[in-house]
């Protein structure tokens, strides 16, 4: 049973728009949440992360939302760019285990 | 600083075979974690290793075992390979290891996998 789930396995969106990720958990452990990101033949890559006490995490054009009640949380890039163009990966933390990932959304850029 | 190295980086094995993955975390890291990632299953937590041992474990068979030594290098080993086992097997450093009921992160470097294919 997946317990971090990233429903749209992609998604395209204009250069200069913005782009928003989402990921659902069911999990009520889980205490921290991360977002990765990842290209091809290379390992995944930290963007931005934000704890369960918050519900808002801003990094330049990252911003990372958290809905604990609707266990929800979604990446926006503002404005996309073309580099953006990746996997993304929703992970979460609880306990002591490992990261628990979802199996990724891959955001295309058009130019 | 030099990052998270792995090899090999690509390896063809049979089934039935065994195989042995390799780690180098980053200088000063003394957390080293295992993921497999697979089409079909996405990235999962395998194991991690903090000052030689064995901290935490995902749900995987046996046949997956790992160990760490005193310079924090890790190794994986997969014994009796299945042709499920094909998949990129991911390692990442980190500092510390998470401590259990701590909301905390310590992040974690990944380095960039070992294509493994049985055959």
């Known amino acids: 049973d997946q317990q971090v789930k990233q429903n749209s396995p992609s998604l395209s969106v204009q250069e200069g728009r913005i782009s928003i990720l989402n990921c659902d958990y069911t999990?009520?452990?889980?205490?921290?949440f991360l977002w990765y990101k990842k290209y091809p033949a290379e390992g995944p890559t930290f963007l931005i992360s934000?704890?369960?006490?918050?519900d808002k995490n801003e990094d330049g054009r990252f911003t990372v939302f958290l809905n604990k009640s609707a266990k929800h949380l979604s990446l926006h890039i503002v404005p996309s760019q073309p580099g953006d163009s990746a996997v993304y990966f929703c992970a979460a933390l609880g306990g002591a285990d490992g990261l628990t990932f979802g199996k990724g959304t891959h955001l295309i850029i058009q130019p | 600083k030099a990052g998270v190295t792995q090899t090999p980086r690509y390896l063809i094995k049979t089934r039935g075979q065994q195989v042995t993955l390799s780690c180098s975390p980053i200088?000063?890291?003394?957390?080293v974690s295992w993921y497999q990632q697979t089409p079909g299953q996405g990235l999962q937590f395998l194991f991690e290793y903090f000052s030689e041992t064995q901290r935490n474990k995902g749900n995987f068979p046996g046949r997956f075992s790992g160990r760490q030594f005193s310079n924090s290098r890790s190794e994986m080993n997969v014994s009796t390979l299945e042709l499920g086992d094909s998949a990129l097997y991911l390692c990442?450093?980190?500092?510390?290891?998470?401590?259990?009921?701590?909301?905390?992160?310590?992040?974690?470097?990944f380095g960039p996998g070992t294509r493994l294919t049985v055959l």
């Open positions: 200088s000063g890291h003394r957390s």
């Open positions: 934000i704890s369960s006490i918050k």
């Open positions: 990442a450093s980190s500092l510390m290891a998470r401590l259990a009921g701590v909301s905390s992160y310590n992040e974690q470097f």
């Open positions: 999990n009520s452990m889980f205490d921290y």
